[in-house]
């Protein structure tokens, strides 16, 4: 990489993580082309404009295009260093997917020139770094590749996994420290050079395994943190106790920090790194793979309480309230919330109404059932049983006195003050169901 100038830049995948990384990148001064594999994400983007929802992100795509900053392309063209964000799922039996990985690494070779920087952003596999150090030596025999040669290599190759948090992406990819994880510790720090064009978050070098395997930890640690909270709610039902009342109060030592129980965990993170690190140590992972399977069973006992909840209640019209991953976004992949309502939408059709206001309609599968969408306003008015999956802010400032005669299942402690609503009992109105 050149140090008299800004680098010229390669974004390949263009996407949650990619889009918002090659906008940044662009705004630091950068020539930024950013790769994706679907025309239409190529062609919204050099009109300026966003194919993902993402806070302020539409501004800034529209000024650095409009600059001449970043443009799009389906392919990959040279640049001193390259950048791949692209997705890494898992097959069916959890196993990892880092075929796009691969393909974007294939894709980049052929342009690789020495002093180039080759960077894996995409969440991964421990090792993954190094199998896409072996397929550029592979295809580029005439390049010297870091770890494989006694003598300088030709280019740098590293792994820098990101930890931004939706609706916040813009601000933490700045903000946030980053771990900058090097084939060698010369490879870090021409990685780390090209952080800190942009990131006024601490960098720390390490190498490329210690960095990959920090952001599946970072993740499994929140899932089982999550899967303790979700157990926690479990047995709490069992005893008759209320899940929230022994937290909060749990939370006031000094040192516990429980987590909050809800309906599972959504998302494409927190719900599948954490598999990545049980497919390289399926022996020694016991704790993280139960805690995937607690999360994962806190679905169906919300389904099964629901249920039963409404089938006690024949006559009763039901809101759910809340169809996206978590609070106050409109993702709803992998999302708990959809999963429950539309188990309860196939089952009770037109007696369940959605309140999602995230969501323009109702996802795909709702169709058929019966169910319709509604506004938070007719769910209060019109519903009997109100069962929150969701913490949308919205749903959290309805007053008590607008849900005092309502049936709550509250998954998610948003009215901690429900059951003040009356003398409930499990036939009286104001009942509240918690966890
Ligand atoms: N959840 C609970 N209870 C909690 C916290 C979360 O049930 O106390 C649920 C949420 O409702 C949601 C899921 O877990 O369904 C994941 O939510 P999240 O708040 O963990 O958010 P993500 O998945 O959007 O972001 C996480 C973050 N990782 C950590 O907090 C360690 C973020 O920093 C990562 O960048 C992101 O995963 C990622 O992309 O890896």
Redesign the pocket.
């Known amino acids: 990489m050149k140090s008299d100038k800004k680098p010229d830049v390669c974004v390949v995948g263009l996407g949650y993580i990619g889009l918002p990384t090659a906008a940044i990148v662009a705004r630091s001064g950068c020539r930024v082309q950013g790769v994706d594999v679907t025309q239409g994400v190529v062609d919204t983007i050099n009109r300026g404009e966003i194919h993902i929802e993402e806070v302020d992100l539409d501004g800034l795509v529209h000024a650095v295009v409009k600059r001449g900053l970043l443009s799009a392309s389906l392919t990959v063209a040279a640049a001193d260093v390259f950048v791949i964000a692209v997705p890494t799922p898992f097959g069916p039996n959890h196993e990892p997917d880092i075929s796009y990985v691969l393909s974007a690494a294939r894709s980049v070779a052929p342009v690789l020139k020495p002093g180039d920087v080759v960077i894996l952003e995409s969440?991964s596999p421990v090792g993954t770094t190094e199998q896409i150090r072996d397929l550029i030596a592979e295809a580029r025999p005439d390049l010297r590749v870091p770890g494989l040669t006694r003598e300088t290599p030709d280019v740098s190759i590293a792994y820098c996994p990101?930890?931004?948090?939706?609706g916040r992406i813009l601000h933490e990819l700045t903000e946030n420290d980053r771990s900058i994880g090097g084939i060698t510790p010369r490879c870090a720090r021409k990685a780390l050079a090209f952080y800190k064009l942009f990131v006024r978050g601490t960098c720390v070098a390490t190498d490329a395994r210690s960095a990959e395997m920090t952001k599946l930890v970072?993740?499994a640690?929140?899932d089982v943190n999550?899967a303790f909270?979700n157990e926690l709610s479990i047995i709490s039902d069992k005893m008759g106790l209320d899940v929230w009342e022994v937290i909060r109060l749990a939370n006031r030592h000094p040192r516990v920090n429980i987590?909050?129980p809800?309906p599972g965990?959504?998302?494409h993170?927190?719900a599948v790194?954490p598999w990545f690190i049980v497919a390289s140590a399926p022996q020694e992972s016991p704790l993280i793979r139960t805690a995937r399977g607690v999360n994962d069973g806190k679905i169906h006992h919300v389904i099964a309480k629901a249920d039963a909840l409404i089938t006690a209640h024949p006559d009763a019209r039901v809101a759910c309230l809340g169809l996206a991953?978590?609070a106050n976004i409109d993702d709803f992949r992998e999302s708990?919330a959809r999963l429950v309502a539309a188990t309860l939408a196939r089952k009770y059709g037109s007696r369940i109404s959605i309140v999602e206001p995230f969501a323009a309609e109702l996802p795909r599968e709702f169709s058929g059932t019966g169910a319709i969408p509604i506004d938070l306003d007719e769910a209060l008015e019109d519903c009997d049983i109100l069962v929150v999956l969701v913490d949308h802010d919205i749903f959290k400032v309805v007053p008590l006195a607008e849900r005092a005669g309502k049936i709550v299942y509250d998954t998610r402690g948003i009215w901690p003050d429900q059951h003040k609503a009356g003398a409930a009992d499990s036939a009286a109105e104001g009942l509240r169901l918690v966890g």
């Open positions: 969440t990101e930890r931004v948090l939706p970072e993740n640690y929140r999550i909270a987590l909050s809800g965990v959504g998302g993170c927190i790194d991953f978590k708990p």
